[in-house]
Nanobody
Framework: QVQLVESGGGLVQPGGSLRLSCKAS????????MSWLRQAPGKERELVAA????????NYADSVKGRFTISRDNAKNTVYLQMNSLKPEDTAVYYC???????WGQGTQVTVSS
């Protein structure tokens, strides 16, 4: 069955960096777009970044442009989210998701706080 397992979350100070990973299995990863979404307490889930199946095309939420980078390694069935210059408002549970199929990971908590 389809499995998406996120890792790399944690507690980081403002201005710091984290790299999230999402390991996929159970489907042909290289033929699917992937995305990262996040949900902060009391807020709706929002799209953070997405990447095409081959990695050539990416798009980002305005709030993370220039700070976050989505990438993928199809040989490792893994999609990444490099997060730099983190802000307290980036605090959320981050999920990876297939595009367009509705398969989700379990999420990983990112907390930005001093």
């Amino acid at each position: 069955q389809v499995q998406l397992v996120e890792s790399g979350g944690g507690l980081v100070q403002p201005g710091g960096s984290l790299r999230l990973s999402c390991k996929a299995s159970g489907f042909t990863f290289s033929l699917n777009g992937m995305s990262w979404l996040r949900q902060a307490p009391g807020k709706e889930r929002e799209l953070v970044a997405a990447i095409s199946s081959g990695g050539s095309y990416t798009n980002y939420a305005d709030s993370v442009k220039g700070r976050f980078t989505i990438s993928r390694d199809n040989a490792k069935n893994t999609v990444y989210l490099q997060m730099n210059s983190l802000k307290p408002e980036d605090t959320a549970v981050y999920y990876c998701k297939t595009v367009p199929q509705p398969y989700w990971g379990q999420g990983t908590q990112v907390t930005v706080s001093s």
